[in-house]
């Protein structure tokens, strides 16, 4: 019992940390309401890295290298890494570029969605609404024998790639080569410098494999075993962030008028309904799939990858929305995600084989 309120608290302190923390870096230089979005931050290394052309989106975030490389230090030190994979890797990859299609149609993923809150969007709870119901169809799949598969022991290096390609990423903006792209304007100019950018990231990083933290895992597990473990960080996210934005008077209530976000509340719902399907599908939200892939996780590498080629998708095929509202294409790549995740989870049921 003690060991179990250990953990409880544990992740709790986590989860205040992270939203302080996510809170601040808007005060530090990041986009407002965006202090720390997973894939929005994967979007913009897609374009830093030239995949999409959208030149207003275009930089090597820091905290994504952080978050891996902070996770792969705690495994190594706690003797949690453990290289691993094999598992539909296909399947993974399509299932991000999903995610990432989803969430850049609402412009933020599931920790962007609670931060939007804190900040006053209230387009958040649109949103918020949206994974839980995506989450709650990913469970009804769930409890009918969905499994992408069984992950096997594999070689050590193979479990390093993904630490190593963020450590080439880090060099890259250390570096700063010409072939690089950089946001001189928009969300992509808008950045707290390298080192508390990498600091942060490399601290949230620890905290959350050392949590298990899981921004899609918390409404699973609540809605699925009654579980409050994971949802505790996510609440104590919210607490930390809203205090903060409170203190810096950073709160603007509305659903209006709301930084780098729109109001079109259908397809933030759908869009973060897939996210939130797609996401249980795979076993965790973007910054869960960061984090294993810091582990040595190579299937979650490989989600990782379909993130960041989703993003690119999204842009060069005008399915990403903007401030304006949803892309030219929103709804049919948004109809053709949940249209996937239905067949996949209908389909590769045990029952079913």
């Not at 952080?66 to 706690?78: D, N, R, T």
């Not at 001189?184 to 707290?192: D, F, K, T």
């Not at 505790?232 to 209006?256: P, Q, T």
Request: glycine fraction near 14%; hydrophobic fraction near 55%.
């Amino acid at each position: 019992m003690r060991r179990v309120l250990t953990l409880r608290m544990l992740i709790v302190i986590a989860g205040l940390i992270f939203g302080v923390l996510a809170a601040y870096m808007v005060k530090w230089g990041n986009p407002p309401n965006m202090g720390i979005c997973i894939a929005c931050f994967l979007r913009d290394i897609a374009g830093g890295l030239g995949l999409h052309r959208a030149d207003v989106v275009q930089y090597l975030r820091p905290e994504i290298i952080g978050l891996v490389l902070g996770a792969s230090a705690s495994a190594l030190i706690f003797r949690e890494f453990r290289a691993r994979g094999g598992s539909s890797s296909l399947i993974r990859f399509l299932l991000g570029a999903f995610v990432m299609i989803g969430a850049l149609v609402f412009l933020g993923c599931p920790v962007r969605a609670v931060l939007r809150l804190a900040g006053g969007d209230l387009n958040g709870i649109t949103a918020l609404a949206g994974v839980v119901v995506g989450v709650g169809v990913g469970i009804l799949f769930l409890r009918r024998g969905f499994n992408l598969g069984r992950a096997t022991r594999t070689y050590t290096a193979a479990g390093w790639i993904m630490p190593i390609l963020m450590f080439g990423l880090l060099l890259l903006v250390i570096f700063a080569p010409y072939f690089i792209f950089q946001s001189e304007e928009g969300p992509g100019s808008m950045q707290a410098a390298l080192w508390i950018s990498l600091v942060v990231g490399l601290g949230i990083g620890v905290l959350a494999q050392r949590t298990r933290m899981c921004f899609v895992g918390g409404w699973r597990d609540l809605l699925m075993v009654r579980d409050t473990y994971l949802f505790g960080g996510i609440a104590a996210f919210f607490i930390g962030a809203i205090i903060v934005n409170a203190a810096l008077g950073y709160i603007d209530w509305g659903f209006v008028g709301q930084p780098v976000a729109h109001n079109n509340h259908v397809w933030n719902f759908l869009g973060m309904s897939l996210v939130g399907l797609a996401a249980t599908l795979l076993g965790g939200c973007p910054l869960r799939q960061l984090i294993l892939s810091g582990e040595g996780d190579i299937d979650a590498g490989v989600t990782v990858l379909g993130l960041i080629v989703g993003a690119a998708i999204a842009h060069n095929f005008f399915t990403t929305a903007s401030p304006s509202g949803i892309g030219d294409n929103s709804i049919v790549a948004v109809i053709a995600g949940l249209v996937f995740c239905l067949a996949i989870g209908f389909f590769m049921r045990e029952k079913a084989a």
